[in-house]
């Protein structure tokens, strides 16, 4: 997943580890930078084994909930130089003697969420919240700095406004715990606004035009006007995502080497802040569904009640993109330095699927899926037996000619053809053998046959002439466009004037919309239309010629 390098925390941890409790860091003493070992972790979370579900979720709060010490709004870009600093690019930390002033200009690189790995690693296209100091210059490249011999940013300029670092609420502050003073500025107390298990260091436009306050989920059209870019500091920009309305909500789907991250920080919030009776901005009570479940009753203003819809997608993620060194050593250093508080789901992965939910689910199994060859995204929506559950996977059962099953969930077809799927799961409690199945039909990859260019004269009406071969009986042909050029009824283009737009065909299956072709339209004048313009300009010449005339008269005349 994300590379990352850590020399600067090797040479620290000849400082020893220290114990489990609250450091002095926050009240301008010294640094840790190391980890926590294994034993460390247990002596924090306690035997967790025996609890389950809101047990479970119970226990950890009590655990992660006590003698927290959260910082102010203003002081959380001062702490990213610590928590979110890219240590394999970045100066070096002297752990006794740092100092947050001195740390400016280019000492140091945050590493920003929605960034890929290669870019946050990538001095040329890495920045960090010191270029927010900076203006805006549309004439240069990339970043630049200027600092004075302290360090100390005096000037400098950055090709646009996108490139910006920013405080990610990766749960959005609307969803249970935004607050606007009297003149609409928003107001953030110290406690689930600051929290920075959740308040993550990020990409501007992402976060601003991406995310937003939307939900996580995944997202269906993956097009182009669905794109959402990460800005570099070398004026490039890279895909960060999609977005895309879904039934009455947006939906933001990330990268995949950003998704796990998404959801552990979720699964946090939502155990953090579980408290039902809590019921202020700093301590919000916050809870993790699959759809919206809470009454509109605790939606009401002035309740700090909140929800984030799609978990099982988020489990998903979180299995599907596990805890890499970045994410693991971010949790230490909000530990050891911060918040004295650690996110359980990245410590102990396993946590995720016995707090959230059943031992398993297949409730959202299908009975058939039916899929392409270029299909390497699809997974079934089902969550299997933990490690620690009472319940065993024994065997996935699949033709492994016609398919591959991936983490036994993610379906990689291999060739065409129809393969069964059965799960056979063991109760160890009392041997009961449980099993789930589906079929899974596979054909080759859509192909498109018909116009790529439409050249239309005007008023002209055009019925299309296509054909898609190998689609399954399930999956419909669907038509996008935005145009003053051209309206579409049915299968038949009517054309309007003059002008030059496009037409998106599309196939829509139970789990995404593909764009097979953007046609070209292009709507011309037609030879009647050029005549009766031409007689129109006539006409009009005509007359002004005649009102000349009887000017010219009525002038001598007088």
């Known amino acids: 997943m994300k590379f990352f390098s850590y020399l600067l925390i090797f040479l620290s941890l000849s400082l020893g580890l220290p114990k489990n409790k609250a450091t002095r860091a926050y009240n301008k003493e010294e640094l840790f930078l190391g980890d926590a070992s294994e034993s460390q972790l247990?002596?924090?979370?306690?035997?967790?084994?025996?609890?389950?579900?809101?047990?479970?979720?119970?226990?950890?709060?009590?655990?992660?909930?006590?003698?927290?010490?959260?910082?102010?709004?203003?002081?959380?870009?001062?702490?990213?130089?610590?928590?979110?600093?890219?240590?394999?690019?970045?100066?070096?930390v002297n752990p006794t003697e740092y100092d947050f002033s001195l740390d400016e200009g280019t000492s140091y690189y945050t590493y920003n969420m929605y960034f890929s790995s290669s870019s946050n690693n990538d001095t040329s296209k890495a920045i960090s919240n010191e270029?927010?100091?900076?203006?805006?210059?549309?004439?240069?490249?990339?970043?630049?700095?200027?600092?004075?011999?302290?360090?100390?940013?005096?000037?400098?300029?950055?090709?646009?406004?996108?490139?910006?670092?920013?405080?990610?609420?990766?749960w959005?502050?609307?969803?249970?715990?935004?607050?606007?003073?009297?003149?609409?500025?928003?107001?953030?107390?110290?406690?689930?606004?600051?929290?920075?298990?959740?308040?993550?260091a990020a990409d501007h436009n992402t976060n601003s035009t991406g995310h937003s306050d939307y939900y996580y989920g995944n997202v269906n059209n993956k097009t182009n006007e669905n794109i959402v870019y990460a800005y570099l500091a070398n004026g490039e920009k890279e895909v960060s995502g999609w977005k895309?309305?879904?039934?009455?909500?947006?939906?933001?789907?990330?990268?995949?080497?950003?998704?796990?991250?998404?959801?552990?920080?979720?699964l946090y919030m939502a155990t953090r802040y579980s408290n039902s009776k809590s019921d202020t901005q700093a301590e919000p009570y916050l809870v993790l569904n699959e759809k919206e479940e809470i009454p509109d009753l605790l939606k009401g203003e002035g309740s700090f009640y909140g929800e984030h819809i799609n978990l099982s997608t988020l489990l998903r993620w979180h299995e599907l993109d596990p805890v890499d060194e970045y994410e693991?050593?971010?949790?230490?250093?909000?530990?050891?330095?911060?918040?004295?508080?650690?996110?359980?789901?990245?410590?102990?992965?396993?946590?995720?699927?016995?707090?959230?939910?059943?031992?398993?689910?297949?409730?959202?199994?299908?009975?058939?899926?039916?899929?392409?060859?270029?299909?390497?995204?699809?997974s079934f929506n089902i969550v299997l037996p933990s490690d620690e559950s009472e319940f065993e996977l024994v065997e996935v059962i699949y033709a492994q000619d016609i398919l591959r099953l991936e983490n036994n969930i993610k379906i990689i077809p291999l060739k065409e053809g129809s393969s069964e799927v059965i799960y056979h799961l063991l109760d160890t409690r009392d041997n009961t053998q449980l099993e789930f199945k589906t079929v899974v039909n596979i054909k080759p990859s859509l192909e498109y046959i018909g116009p790529s260019k439409l050249d239309l004269k005007s008023f002209e009406k055009y019925k299309l002439d296509f054909d898609i071969k190998n689609m399954h009986e399930d999956e419909s042909v669907g038509y996008s466009y935005s145009s003053k050029t051209f309206t579409?009824?049915?299968?038949?283009?009517?054309?309007?004037?003059?002008?030059?737009?496009?037409?998106?065909i599309s196939v829509k299956n139970d789990f995404k919309v593909k764009d097979m072709i953007r046609i070209s339209v292009e709507v011309k004048?037609?030879?009647?239309?050029?005549?009766?313009?031409?007689?129109?300009?006539?006409?009009?010449?005509?007359?002004?010629?005649?009102?000349?005339?009887?000017?010219?008269?009525?002038?001598?005349k007088v």
């Open 328 to 378: 693991r050593h971010r949790n230490n250093l909000i530990y050891y330095n911060v918040q004295n508080n650690r996110n359980p789901y990245i410590d102990f992965p396993n946590l995720a699927l016995r707090a959230f939910t059943s031992d398993y689910d297949f409730s959202h199994f299908k009975e058939k899926y039916n899929i392409h060859l270029d299909d390497n995204d699809i």
């Open 525 to 556: 004048l037609s030879p009647l239309m050029i005549i009766l313009f031409v007689i129109g300009g006539l006409i009009i010449v005509a007359a002004i010629i005649i009102v000349i005339v009887i000017l010219l008269k009525n002038k001598k």
């Open 131 to 170: 270029v927010n100091k900076l203006k805006v210059d549309s004439s240069v490249s990339r970043v630049t700095y200027s600092y004075s011999a302290d360090n100390k940013v005096t000037g400098g300029t950055r090709p646009n406004s996108y490139i910006q670092v920013d405080k990610e609420h990766v």
């Open 488 to 504: 579409l009824k049915g299968d038949t283009i009517n054309a309007k004037f003059i002008g030059k737009d496009e037409l998106v």
């Open 172 to 200: 959005p502050k609307n969803l249970g715990f935004k607050v606007k003073d009297k003149n609409g500025n928003d107001v953030f107390a110290k406690g689930a606004p600051t929290d920075l298990h959740n308040l993550v």
């Open 244 to 266: 895309e309305k879904i039934g009455r909500n947006y939906i933001f789907e990330p990268t995949d080497e950003w998704k796990g991250n998404v959801a552990r920080c979720l």
């Open 42 to 92: 247990r002596e924090y979370y306690g035997d967790f084994s025996k609890y389950r579900k809101e047990e479970l979720i119970n226990y950890l709060y009590s655990i992660i909930s006590k003698d927290n010490h959260f910082v102010s709004y203003n002081d959380v870009s001062k702490w990213y130089k610590i928590t979110d600093r890219n240590y394999s690019i970045s100066s070096q």
